[in-house]
T-cell receptor, first 110, second 112 residues
Framework: EAQVTQNPRYLITVTGKKLTVTCSQN?????MSWYRQDPGLGLRQIYYSMNVEVTDKGDVPEGYKVSRKEKRNFPLILESPSPNQTSLYFCASSQGFGYTFGSGTRLTVV | SQKIEQNSEALNIQEGKTATLTCNYT??????LQWYRQDPGRGPVFLLLIRENEKEKRKERLKVTFDTTLKQSLFHITASQPADSATYLCALGGGSNYKLTFGKGTLLTVNP
């Protein structure tokens, strides 16, 4: 089944403790992206990648890092999480015709 | 700056009626527009894409129109069912980087 897999589904962490949210796709898509979704603000792009070793900032990149060492994986790294990064995160991939989204990661930073 | 507005935060209709959702945009010239469905706590699911040179697209009970002069897209669900209840998002794109900019969505509730 064609899908984007994110892990974990839920995560509660403390301020300043580094964490990684993994994202993997099995469709051989070149494009991958991370979004966060907050009430009243909608989906906002954090980072995206056009291909292996090619990443760029989206609209809200502060406090996040990404890497794209392999085509299928695009992890999101929070080096020092803060409470304002509490949100619902989605990874997505595309080959230019519609995005396929993961199921989401609900992150709470206390 | 670019702005995408979906007509209302919530829309309630009776089963069997046609639901019409609106997406308006400013300061943007998208090459295409997409519609997604999102259920609570789940990722958005792609429904339809319409390009700037297309006026209308259909898929089963769904119909999308795209008016680049009015800077507006209409999304219709005919013969609506309670199972169609969800949040519907419009998204605009067209740059070389495949980026999509999303509206905040309209919560559709279809009452039996």
């Amino acid at each position: 089944e064609a899908q984007v897999t994110q892990n974990p589904r839920y995560l509660i962490t403390v301020t300043g403790k580094k964490l990684t949210v993994t994202c993997s796709q099995n469709m051989n898509h070149e494009y991958m992206s991370w979004y966060r979704q907050d009430p009243g603000l909608g989906l906002r792009q954090i980072y995206y990648s056009m291909n292996v070793e090619v990443t760029d900032k989206g609209d809200v990149p502060e406090g996040y890092k990404v890497s794209r060492k392999e085509k299928r994986n695009f992890p999101l790294i929070l080096e020092s999480p803060s409470p304002n990064q509490t949100s619902l995160y989605f990874c997505a991939s595309s080959q230019g015709f519609g995005y396929t989204f993961g199921s989401g990661t609900r992150l709470t930073v206390v | 700056s670019q702005k995408i507005e979906q007509n209302s935060e919530a829309l309630n209709i009776q089963e069997g009626k046609t639901a019409t959702l609106t997406c308006n945009y400013t300061n943007y010239s998208p090459a295409y527009l997409q519609w997604y469905r999102q259920d609570p706590g789940r990722g958005p699911v792609f429904l339809l894409l319409i390009r700037e040179n297309e006026k209308e697209k259909r898929k089963e009970r769904l119909k999308v129109t795209f008016d680049t002069t009015l800077k507006q897209s209409l999304f219709h669900i005919t013969a609506s069912q309670p199972a169609d209840s969800a949040t519907y998002l419009c998204a605009l794109g067209g740059g070389s980087n495949y980026k999509l900019t999303f509206g905040k969505g309209t919560l559709l509730t279809v009452n039996p």
